[in-house]
């Protein structure tokens, strides 16, 4: 038979087995939900620096007095993959075809905040009257910081179109993933037996 001590012990040692593995998972979950949350808000805001970039760009970009041709819906900005997504649709509001459509961004990069230049191919290219296409654009989210709607070009000689601009479609809600954990409970390992009078020990 174990003495009083004994027994007092090996409770007291399963005790603080059991309130150290409840401790150590609490700490693990407490810092799990405060990365993902610092990654969730860190999305956030990209996004909206990126939309309220995109949202700074001038209607008519060339000429104050030149009628636009086109009205350009600029989307808002996704995040997916690693990848930040930029797209929009663009509509002939002319009474002409439009030809070999393409959309300047302007680009300002993450490192150094440099700028650069690029676009996107508008998609049907060739617009009839009041004819709608899209542009769509991934680029590494990790390089760049915002990006601004430039000016729309068409024809070989990527000649400037005025334009007006508005925002387009909303990016759809964020759909926080829920978890089921499961907290281990701490008891006896087979073959050992908690010893007290409803349970008592047994001896090898």
């Given at each position: 038979?174990?003495?009083?001590?004994?027994?007092?012990?090996?409770?007291?040692?399963?005790?603080?087995?059991?309130?150290?593995?409840v401790a150590v998972?609490?700490?693990?979950?407490?810092?799990?939900?405060?990365?993902?949350?610092?990654?969730?808000?860190r999305k956030r805001?990209?996004?909206?620096?990126?939309?309220?970039?995109?949202?700074?760009?001038?209607?008519?970009?060339?000429?104050?007095?030149?009628?636009?041709?086109?009205?350009?819906?600029?989307?808002?900005?996704?995040?997916?993959?690693?990848?930040?997504?930029?797209?929009?649709?663009?509509?002939?509001?002319?009474?002409?075809?439009?030809?070999?459509?393409?959309?300047?961004?302007?680009?300002?990069?993450?490192?150094?905040?440099?700028?650069?230049?690029?676009?996107?191919?508008?998609?049907?290219?060739?617009?009839?009257?009041?004819?709608?296409?899209?542009?769509?654009?991934?680029?590494?989210?990790?390089?760049?910081?915002?990006?601004?709607?430039?000016?729309?070009?068409?024809?070989?000689?990527?000649?400037?179109?005025?334009?007006?601009?508005?925002?387009?479609?909303?990016?759809?809600?964020?759909?926080?993933?829920?978890?089921?954990?499961?907290?281990?409970?701490?008891?006896?390992?087979g073959g050992e037996?908690?010893?007290?009078?409803?349970?008592?020990?047994?001896?090898?």
């Amino acid at each position: 038979m174990l003495t009083d001590s004994t027994r007092n012990e090996l409770i007291e040692e399963k005790r603080s087995t059991g309130r150290t593995v409840v401790a150590v998972f609490c700490a693990l979950t407490i810092t799990a939900i405060l990365i993902a949350g610092y990654a969730y808000l860190r999305k956030r805001t990209v996004q909206q620096r990126l939309v309220a970039a995109a949202a700074k760009t001038s209607p008519i970009p060339y000429s104050a007095k030149a009628p636009a041709k086109a009205h350009i819906l600029v989307d808002e900005a996704l995040l997916r993959r690693g990848q930040t997504i930029i797209g929009g649709r663009v509509r002939n509001i002319s009474a002409e075809r439009l030809s070999g459509l393409t959309v300047a961004l302007e680009l300002r990069r993450r490192k150094d905040g440099s700028l650069e230049q690029t676009s996107a191919a508008v998609e049907p290219g060739d617009l009839e009257p009041d004819q709608e296409g899209r542009y769509l654009l991934k680029l590494p989210s990790q390089q760049y910081i915002s990006v601004r709607l430039a000016g729309l070009k068409a024809g070989s000689d990527s000649a400037l179109l005025a334009y007006t601009v508005a925002p387009g479609q909303k990016r759809p809600p964020e759909r926080i993933e829920s978890k089921l954990v499961t907290i281990p409970q701490s008891g006896s390992r087979g073959g050992e037996f908690l010893n007290s009078p409803d349970n008592p020990a047994r001896v090898p």
